[in-house]
T-cell receptor, first 113, second 110 residues
Framework: NAGVTQTPKFQVLKTGQSMTLQCAQD?????MSWYRQDPGMGLRLIHY???????DQGEVPNGYNVSRSTTEDFPLRLLSAAPSQTSVYFC????????????FGEGSRLTVL | GQSLEQPSEVTAVEGAIVQINCTYQ??????LSWYQQHDGGAPTFLSY????GLEETGRFSSFLSRSDSYGYLLLQELQMKDSASYFC???????????FGQGTELSVKP
């Protein structure tokens, strides 16, 4: 089982460039989310989706866009990258059951110069 | 909004017992979860408490007191491989939306 797959694993951008972090899951999970992790800041929720066609903002949504056209995919778009967006990004999915267990991808490490 | 507090660092010796506390504030509450993360890798699920009391899973136990907005993770018979970051997370709504604490870095010494 692939689980949650994120690409790319590493990326270096220049300020102002745009890019998309890809996330795909093969577990037929309705719920998907994006987190960023910075030293000493824990995991902060960027955006999440409770199903295809439905997205909502998390704690730190500014500078990021998402869409959910299929159950499997939940890409995260940086429209104009800034150095403050240098971080490790994790995608996660859940079947939304009672315990809400999240299954995480391996992370995408982004550096913005 | 939601916020969680947990200690930033805890150190213990191999074979000992350690408790990592978590206090939370949330406008809605569906449960408290715990996750483990090794060296910046993918976080993995450890436990979930929706009701007051203790949940035990092998060497790990988790406790919740909803009236105190407080929970803890208890790790027994510590092993070197337990050195990792541990996060508590509050599920404040349907669909598994989780807000995480800042994490506790556990160092297990020989």
């Amino acid at each position: 089982n692939a689980g949650v797959t994120q690409t790319p694993k590493f990326q270096v951008l220049k300020t102002g460039q745009s890019m998309t972090l890809q996330c795909a899951q093969d577990m037929n999970h309705e719920y998907m989310s994006w987190y960023r992790q910075d030293p000493g800041m824990g995991l902060r929720l960027i955006h999440y989706s409770v199903g295809a066609g439905i997205t909502d903002q998390g704690e730190v949504p500014n500078g990021y866009n998402v869409s959910r056209s299929t159950t499997e995919d939940f890409p995260l778009r940086l429209l104009s990258a800034a150095p403050s967006q240098t971080s490790v990004y994790f995608c996660a999915s859940s079947y939304g059951g009672a315990n809400g267990e999240l299954f995480f991808g391996e992370g995408s490490r982004l550096t913005v110069l | 909004g939601q916020s969680l507090e947990q200690p930033s660092e805890v150190t213990a010796v191999e074979g000992a017992i350690v408790q990592i506390n978590c206090t939370y504030q949330t406008s809605g509450f569906y449960g408290l979860s715990w996750y483990q993360q090794h060296d910046g890798g993918a976080p993995t699920f450890l436990s979930y408490n929706a009701l007051d009391g203790l949940e035990e899973t092998g060497r790990f136990s988790s406790f919740l007191s909803r009236s105190d907005s407080y929970g803890y993770l208890l790790l027994q018979e510590l092993q070197m491989k337990d050195s990792a970051s541990y996060f508590c997370a509050v599920r404040g709504g349907q669909g598994g939306k989780l807000i995480f604490g800042q994490g506790t870095e556990l160092s297990v010494k020989p």
